[in-house]
């Protein structure tokens, strides 16, 4: 074991603090988190944690979500620049508000990559692993969906709720990449392989897939699958992911990823030097309203509850 990882778990065990690490976070960071899976893995690692101080290791919306869920407990983030999701501020609360106004018999369900402000004016908010199952949970005939056009667009094929995607075009610039030349050149290349893709990608993308599936949810079907080749088409850190599980079983598989520019800067600004610094220094603090926590949460909460 390094030093550094050596001072971090010393320093982890000083200050009973616990690191989470989202399944795009480098493989340093990984490699020393205590829990790493996707966005709603998160929220409910969150939710149980004992610890004191939660160390963790995201973009801002996610640090935000555990904040929510653990008002008493301080919430670092090691790095504070360039560590915003830049859909997460493609829906601003007065968007929301305006589009209550407009469709007042509609209930709102926002995707947890949203701000706390946005999510306190939610009835409900989802991830990728629950996004149709949420909505579908509701007593309500009309949702205003948001921001990601495209979880929009996967959740109104699973669902006969009318579904209103707020604002018109919220998306993620990694997962808009992929396009249906990519799908044709990998179906191409790779005949026996089978395509995994997220709910962000493009309705087309999605339509030609063989699952669509949320981070960890691709990380299961890898490894409980009997197929050997899998395309990747999500963020390319998540091929580390998978790596290292497969790594455990001793189990070789082949992982190709639709496209080797999909990547995520904001998930990357994240070092093991700055987990040690955030330990040390107990920064960055993550400070929210307590008005905004209180309404926020309620939403989270009623997702947690919807028994997925
Ligand atoms: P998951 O919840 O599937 O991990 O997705 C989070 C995310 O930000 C995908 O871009
Ligand atoms: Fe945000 Fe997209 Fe990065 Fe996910 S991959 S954190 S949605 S920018």
């Keep these: 074991m390094s030093d550094i990882v050596q001072r971090i778990n010393q320093l982890k065990k000083e200050k009973n603090a616990i690191i989470l690490a989202h399944n795009y976070q480098p493989e340093e960071i990984q490699r020393i988190a205590d829990f790493v899976g996707d966005s709603l893995e998160l929220c409910i690692k969150a939710k149980e944690t004992r610890a ?29 620049k360039d560590i915003e999701c830049p859909m997460a501020h493609q829906l601003p609360a007065d968007v929301v508000k305006k589009a209550k106004e407009k469709h007042p018999d509609a209930m709102v369900v926002v995707y947890v990559n949203t701000l706390a ?111 050997k080749k899998f395309i990747i088409g999500t963020e390319v850190e998540l091929i580390t992911r998978i790596k290292l599980e497969l790594e455990k079983t001793g189990e070789e598989k082949v992982l190709i990823p639709l496209r080797e520019d999909a990547i995520c800067d904001p998930m990357k600004r994240i070092t093991l030097e700055k987990v040690e610094r955030c330990l040390k220094e107990e920064k960055y603090e993550i400070t929210l309203d307590e008005e905004i926590i209180k309404k926020a949460r309620v939403a989270i909460e009623r997702m947690l509850s919807a028994k997925l």
């Excluded at 640090?63 to 407990?73: C, G, P």
């Excluded at 991830?127 to 949970?137: E, G, I, P, Q, R």
């Excluded at 030349?181 to 790779?190: A, G, I, L, Q």
């Design 52 to 80: 004191d101080i939660i160390v963790f290791c995201g973009v801002d919306f996610m640090a935000e979500t555990a904040k929510i869920l653990n008002s008493d407990k301080k919430v670092l983030i090691p790095e504070i």
């Design 117 to 227: 402000e946005t999510k306190a004016l939610a009835d409900a908010t989802c991830t990728s692993a629950n996004a149709d199952k949420v909505v579908n949970f509701l007593d309500c005939e009309k949702v205003l969906f948001g921001p990601d056009r495209n979880l929009a667009y996967f959740v109104s094929k699973r669902t006969d709720k009318k579904i209103i995607p707020i604002p018109e075009d919220g998306h993620c610039y990694v997962h808009k990449k992929f396009t249906l030349e990519d799908v044709k050149r990998v179906r191409k290349e790779y005949p026996n392989a089978e395509l995994l893709v997220h709910p962000e990608c493009n309705p087309e993308v999605q339509d030609s897939a063989d699952y669509i599936l949320s981070t960890s949810g691709m990380i299961r079907h890898v490894l409980n699958s009997d197929k």
